[in-house]
């Protein structure tokens, strides 16, 4: 059975920071590629950023509006990835989606969620201005 568990979550003020982790079980998690995405109120969701698998080089793809302020790092010893956010904006305000995909086409849409096939729950991360 697949597991995916996102931590990390909560309210925090604009310019402040917080760490997300997302725990994988059931997946050979060094052949997954990794993905975080996040759907505000009202909102479709939309990727935020992701992490190729060990097999294709664990290259990192961000969207525009978090380059520079976010990144996604991964542990394939401990099947974690995490996603760590600075600077945060109340524009940044969401529920945060961790996502795993392992077939060939995921690598080639690390930021379409057409890629994945399994998600976590979300956690919740409200930013205050």
């Known amino acids: 059975q697949v597991q995916l568990v996102e931590s990390g979550g909560g309210l925090v003020q604009a310019g402040g920071s917080l760490r997300l982790s997302c725990a994988a079980s059931g997946i050979t998690f060094r052949s997954a590629v990794m993905g975080w995405f996040r759907q505000a109120p009202g909102k479709e969701r939309e990727f935020v950023a992701a992490?190729?698998?060990?097999?294709?080089?664990?290259?990192?793809q961000y969207a525009d509006s978090v380059k520079g302020r976010f990144t996604v790092s991964r542990d394939n010893a401990k099947n974690t990835v995490d996603l760590q956010m600075n600077s945060l904006k109340p524009e940044d305000t969401a529920v945060y989606y961790c996502a795993s995909g392992s077939r060939s086409e995921s690598r080639a849409t690390m930021d379409r969620e057409r890629g994945y096939d399994y998600w976590g729950q979300g956690t919740q991360v409200t930013v205050s201005s």
């Open positions: 992490k190729a698998d060990f097999w294709s080089g664990g290259a990192s």
